[in-house]
């Protein structure tokens, strides 16, 4: 999908709204637990009921490699629901890869080709050859992590390099490497008042923002300092959506708590477009 | 396994190789393609005619990712063969996972519980409570990113934050963490000069050291810059031993070349017993 495309769907849905789908068999309604596949009958559940609400989907592989084969099976399954009913939907692995880079490349191909996912969340530490190979695919997207939502982002994220916080070297060491436009980049909505100093480096890129809602993030913010002219942010909420619920109407409280985001945010968007 | 086990290994086997099972289906003999499961084959072969010379083996799971759900449960098998067959050989997951507190908890439940690795591999770069869930597993071991052996290491790890390196920022900082004694670190052979430093400030942890061989590092060097009082090194090869013969006898050529590793690192052990 070209962010083109994407933004396209953003102004059409009134949604610049991601869906967690971190399942925790914990968590899901008792009944699925009787499904031959509960993690995919959970997420087609949500999916279902969602898909008119979100421009993006977004698994963490955590969630699936946790069971194993049986896991890995599940989010084959959903991306490939996803795909196949919904194919304007973005979609995110966030699976926080990086590796070096012969290595990178098969997790690239793994996510972003064989999987067909979208998107792939990659962690910069180990610098520009480990992310590379994942910005090589066409109207695929590279998701750098640069400031993350959790405590540890302030252990490293937030030092200071060269006079510069480490997170805005990634900013901006990032935007040199090669196919460098097909980079987003993973920041905070706990760490909103940090967005303005983050658009002076990369006003163009698009931002995949967690911690809204269960983190504690404010939507109003993360959209005062962190929209651009191409909306440029995608706001992702996972329990708080997928888990409203953990009785038979599970599907239908996600989809409530999904379009009281959605409502939100397209009151930020008609904000945006008269201003 | 425990710290000292593994160190009780290493002095009976007179080594401290650790082989890194990376398969890739292009690069394996062809004969084996024919197998059900073509990647469990290749590291079944590769580890009955090295265990007497290796103490540990690491598979990288971006090469099982790569391979979908097939590859997922070679790795299964592989991991399952070597705690059935080979217990007191010591086993990485090579994942490089990191992600928030609940998500790090679950990739340490797959790699550490579930799939019993002895040790995984961890990114730093989201901090203490990314890190911390790994720590919590008794007698299992976290293998932090440090200084790793690509060029892309010098896009961030070795540039200066607050007056140090920041890859010395990640072993200073990570000592502070909560059951930091079940930590070891990834330095990269490639910059054995800068193991001396290391040991300044970890003077105790085991290091696992890729780089040596395909990459180009040097074992002297990283012998006489990091081995500790414990010995407190793994030192990894990957290509240079799985892909030693792309012939029927692969597994013998993978055989010598550990061979002639292992004999090197008994010289090293040698001369490190008299001083």
């Known amino acids: ?4 495309q994407l933004v396209q769907e953003i102004k059409k849905k009134k949604s610049f709204l991601c869906i967690g789908l971190d399942v925790d068999l914990n968590k899901i309604p008792e009944h699925l637990l009787q499904e031959e596949d509960p993690i995919f009958a959970f997420n087609k559940a949500i999916i279902d009921a969602t898909h008119h609400l979100c421009v993006a989907y977004k698994p963490n592989t955590a969630f699936y490699e946790a069971y ?22 973005f979609t995110i ?25 979208d998107s792939v969340t990659v962690a910069p530490y180990m610098g520009k050859d ?18 993350t939502s959790n405590q540890g982002a302030f252990d490293f994220q937030t030092k200071t390099i060269d006079g510069k916080e480490l997170y805005k070297q990634v900013l901006e060491i990032s935007k040199t490497w090669e196919n460098s436009k097909n980079l987003m980049y993973v920041v905070g909505a706990t760490k909103a008042e940090f967005l303005a100093d983050i658009r002076q480096i990369i006003p163009e890129s698009f931002l995949l923002v967690p ?16 929209m651009n002219s191409q909306i440029g942010l995608l706001i992702n909420s ?6 409203a619920s953990k009785e038979k109407d599970f599907a239908e409280a996600a989809a409530i708590k999904a379009e009281e985001l959605q409502k939100q945010m397209a009151v930020e968007l008609d904000c945006h477009s008269k201003s």
């Open 1 to 4: 999908m070209t962010t083109n």
């Open 130 to 147: 480990s992310v590379e190979p994942f910005l090589t695919f066409k109207d695929k997207h590279t998701i750098l992590l640069a400031l």
């Open 93 to 117: 692995a966030d699976a926080k890869r990086g590796d070096i880079g012969n290595t990178s490349t098969m997790y690239a191909k793994a996510f972003l080709e064989d999987l067909a996912f």
């Open 238 to 243: 996972s329990r708080g959506i997928i888990y």
């Open 211 to 226: 911690g809204v809602g269960a983190q504690g993030g404010n939507l109003q913010e993360v959209c005062k300092y962190g």
């Open 68 to 89: 194993g084969l049986k896991g890995w099976k599940s989010l084959e399954r959903t991306i490939h629901y996803l795909n196949k009913n919904h194919p304007k939907i």
